[in-house]
């Protein structure tokens, strides 16, 4: 979702997610890193999804900068979503470095991190 001027969280709010957002997140929930036996949102990898009037855009970032299977989560990230969606998508890396506190609550349990 993109914050616009009257929707910007404060610190006593939390962001809530539009319907098509939480359609394409369920929907990237099926793509699997292989190395890790995690989909990329229990991992963390998906930074953000911006809806836009006409497409969808997905900051993602990778568990290592040179990760082998990165050019096909890309495109995995991709056609996943915009078969959930009907609208084109962009996938767009993220520069900022992954680390295990980047994943969803409990995941890291099941992984045996924590």
Same mark, same amino acid.
């Given at each position: 979702?993109?914050?616009?001027? @009257?929707?910007?969280?404060?610190?006593?709010?939390?962001?809530?997610?539009?319907?098509?957002?939480?359609?394409?997140?369920?929907?990237?929930?099926?793509?699997?890193?292989?190395?890790?036996?995690?989909?990329?949102?229990?991992?963390?990898?998906?930074?953000?999804?911006?809806?836009?009037? @006409?497409?969808?855009?997905?900051?993602?970032?990778?568990?290592?900068?040179?990760?082998?299977?990165?050019?096909?989560?890309?495109?995995?990230?991709?056609?996943?979503?915009?078969?959930?969606? @009907?609208?084109?998508?962009?996938?767009?890396?993220?520069?900022?470095?992954?680390?295990?506190?980047?994943?969803?609550?409990?995941?890291?349990? @099941?992984?045996?991190?924590?």
């Amino acid at each position: 979702m993109i914050p616009t001027e @009257d929707t910007q969280p404060t610190e006593d709010t939390q962001p809530t997610e539009d319907p098509q957002t939480l359609v394409i997140r369920d929907a990237l929930r099926e793509v699997m890193d292989p190395e890790l036996g995690m989909n990329v949102v229990e991992l963390g990898l998906i930074r953000d999804i911006y809806i836009e009037t @006409d497409s969808v855009k997905i900051s993602m970032i990778l568990t290592t900068p040179f990760c082998p299977y990165g050019p096909a989560l890309i495109e995995s990230v991709r056609t996943s979503a915009e078969q959930a969606s @009907d609208i084109p998508i962009s996938v767009e890396m993220g520069t900022e470095m992954w680390n295990p506190e980047m994943m969803e609550d409990g995941a890291g349990g @099941d992984w045996g991190l924590f």
